[in-house]
């Protein structure tokens, strides 16, 4: 397959590299440069291969009949890239590919570069392991599409920008790896060591954030945070890579600091495979709801986290003895010892992450699979954040002198964070049933329901509320066979906070089939149907995609013929409902026999009906949830001025 060519070529280039700067002491400037492009080159070439495999609606291949269908838009069909496992590591190694040839141009040192190319060639094994380009072993003449929750302009764009931090933390991994190679009493690395983990860090937090509020904006379960392990894989290397980053600056003044910042480079990189591990193995499957399935990639991934980790901590060991010695801070009051303590507390705050997100398969190697609740993660992490908060006040107090522009509004950002955190918390939760028409007060506000509204073409149905008399609408789309898919919540926004309306799905209790056969009259109860005919329609490989009856449905007075269908596709397929007799009536048709003499209908309530439902709905308030939007973006503003510095 040319994907798989292609991949190869970018594996045997990176490979080449490696080679030529573990071999070479001065490399050719243009060789190193020459190798690195050409690796990306091919890259590129297999990544603009599936979106073109993609857009053709080529479902010959297993990855795109999964992930993409004929109707799916333009915007999610470019997101379907990156949908599933193997077009996640396909976005993650290219990224690291255009990284690593920008690297090779500012004329990176040769043993980092050998470094980064390595962990290149062990991406590109790992895509090639698990390819998106394998042919489809089922022929299909449509594909399933990109699942409905993924359907959203922030889901879009949250993957890309978390594993553009996850590439970029690979290269103050590579940088330390390169600088223990070669001189290890030099500075010269960190200050490109600095800015390459602030531009990773502010990804990688950026990533998480637009993450928190898709989850707030569109599943309806009132919060931004879960502490889903999956969500916790994200977090431990972020708050890794905020200690690796004041490790390095701290490095840069005390020097005897380097050791423990060689250690924090290590350990971050190393925990960004070791997440990407728990959530591709499948040992999280009943754990979490973002894992992917269990599949054979996983040992694959834990051997790739063997190698940063055990082969960095081997290459700290032989180089210790040569690292600079000294004390990391003279006494208690200065900024050093400051600095330190509040590495340490963030370590803390990481490793019981860690323990709760690994608790899956610590809990598996000794017997039944278990997993940690919420509160284990709030009630241990609470006193040390608070304990966080006051060393921030009093840094800032004491040392704000010497902190940067980018450091204090990055900084500031953070403590605002953490007081919307604990704010919007305090906010009240009601869940109880919705009359159409009534009103029901909730903290203060008066909210009515005012029933359901269809889309035309009833793919999407809302629940419309009025709040203080401004209406909002809850977002529901809808599978093929009417089913709910995705729900979104109604928000209504105000400086106070929002407040946050979720529908639960109605209890539709009057739904009943109706099996006919041809030409025999069947009634419901109240209407008569009479199967008339039916006919199914064939692809060029004799497999079925289009069944339609033809049936005739009275009220004893009028009569109207429909001829409901039923399209396949390859996740079973779907058929429209049809509303009949000016709206008496509602049915969908569910299935035709193969000998085309007899068929079988899904009697519904009429849309009337179902908008006048009584609705069970949680009801929250959020107070000041904007200051944390507005916090996290100061975060990542902060943290850009900081590498203009």
């Not at 030099?186 to 990773?200: C, G, I, P």
């Not at 509020?213 to 931004?224: D, E, I, N, Q, R």
Request: proline letters at 4%.
């Amino acid at each position: 397959m040319t994907g798989n060519l292609f991949l190869g070529g970018g594996l045997t280039f990176a490979l080449a590299l490696t080679v030529i700067c573990f071999a070479h002491k001065n490399p050719p400037a243009r060789m190193i440069q020459g190798t690195a492009i050409t690796s990306a080159g091919f890259i590129v070439a297999s990544s603009l291969l599936l979106w073109k495999l993609i857009f053709e609606n080529n479902f010959g291949i297993e990855y795109v009949a999964s992930y993409s269908s004929s109707t799916l838009p333009t915007m999610y069909k470019v997101s379907a890239f990156w949908a599933g496992q193997q077009g996640s590591f396909l976005l993650w190694l290219l990224i690291h590919a255009i990284v690593g040839a920008i690297l090779s141009v500012r004329r990176t040192a040769t043993k980092t570069l050998g470094i980064y190319f390595l962990i290149q060639s062990v991406l590109a094994v790992l895509v090639l392991i698990k390819s998106p380009f394998e042919p489809n072993p089922v022929e299909v003449v449509e594909g399933v599409g990109l699942n409905p929750l993924l359907q959203d302009f922030w889901m879009a764009v949250h993957p890309p920008i978390i594993f553009i931090g996850y590439a970029l933390l690979a290269v103050p991994f590579a940088l330390s790896m390169g600088n223990l190679l070669t001189e290890v009493q030099s500075r010269l690395w960190l200050e490109d060591a600095r800015k390459w983990t602030l531009l990773a860090w502010s990804f990688l937090g950026a990533g998480i954030f637009v993450g928190g509020y898709w989850a707030y904006k569109v599943l309806g379960w009132g919060g931004y945070w879960g502490w889903d392990p999956v969500e916790n894989s994200s977090l431990v290397p972020w708050l890794l890579s905020a200690v690796l980053l004041h490790l390095i600056n701290l490095s840069r003044k005390k020097f005897s600091v380097i050791g423990i910042t060689h250690v924090a480079a290590i350990f971050t990189y190393s925990l960004v495979i070791y997440g990407t591990f728990l959530t591709r193995s499948g040992i999280l499957g009943d754990f979490s709801v973002h894992s992917f399935a269990g599949s054979t990639i996983g040992f694959a991934i834990a051997s790739a986290n063997a190698l940063v980790l055990i082969g960095g901590l081997l290459i700290l060991f032989f180089k210790a003895k040569d690292l600079p010695q000294g004390k990391m801070y003279e006494k208690f009051s200065e900024s050093s010892f400051a600095i330190l303590l509040g590495c340490l507390l963030i370590i803390f705050i990481a490793v019981i992450v860690w323990l709760g997100m690994s608790m899956p398969l610590l809990t598996q190697l000794v017997g039944q699979p278990a997993a940690v609740d919420e509160n284990f993660y709030i009630k241990s992490t609470a006193p040390i954040t608070a304990v966080l908060v006051a060393l921030i006040v009093y840094t800032f107090i004491k040392f704000g002198r010497i902190i940067s522009l980018g450091g204090k509004i990055a900084h500031i950002g953070f403590l605002g964070m953490l007081a919307a955190i604990v704010i919007s918390a305090q906010g009240e939760t009601i869940t109880r049933e919705f009359q159409p028409d009534t009103t029901v007060n909730v903290a203060g506000h008066e909210i009515i329901y005012k029933g359901q509204e269809f889309g035309e073409d009833e793919r999407q149905k809302f629940y419309v509320y009025t709040v203080d008399g401004e209406k909002v609408t809850a977002l529901t789309k809808l599978r093929g066979n009417g089913t709910d898919a995705a729900r979104e919540p109604a928000i209504r926004k105000n400086f106070s906070g929002d407040v946050y309306i979720a529908p639960h799905a109605p209890d539709i209790e009057t739904t009943q089939e109706l099996l006919m056969t041809k030409n025999l009259f069947a009634m419901d109860g109240e209407y008569g149907y009479i199967f008339e005919d039916a006919n199914i329609e064939y692809d060029a490989a004799n497999k079925p995609v289009k069944a339609t009856a033809t049936i005739t449905i009275t009220d004893g007075e009028v009569k109207e013929k429909i001829q409901p269908t039923i399209t396949v596709t390859a996740d079973g397929g779907f058929s429209k409902a049809i509303e009949v007799l000016d709206g008496k009536r509602r049915v969908r048709l569910t299935g035709i026999s193969s000998d085309l003499q007899k068929a079988r209908l899904e009697i519904l309530p009429t849309l009337k009906e179902i908008s006048a439902m009584t609705i069970t709905t949680t009801v929250s308030t959020k107070p000041l949830i904007w200051l944390l939007w507005l916090s996290v973006s100061v975060i990542c503003l902060g943290t850009l001025i900081a590498i203009r510095k």
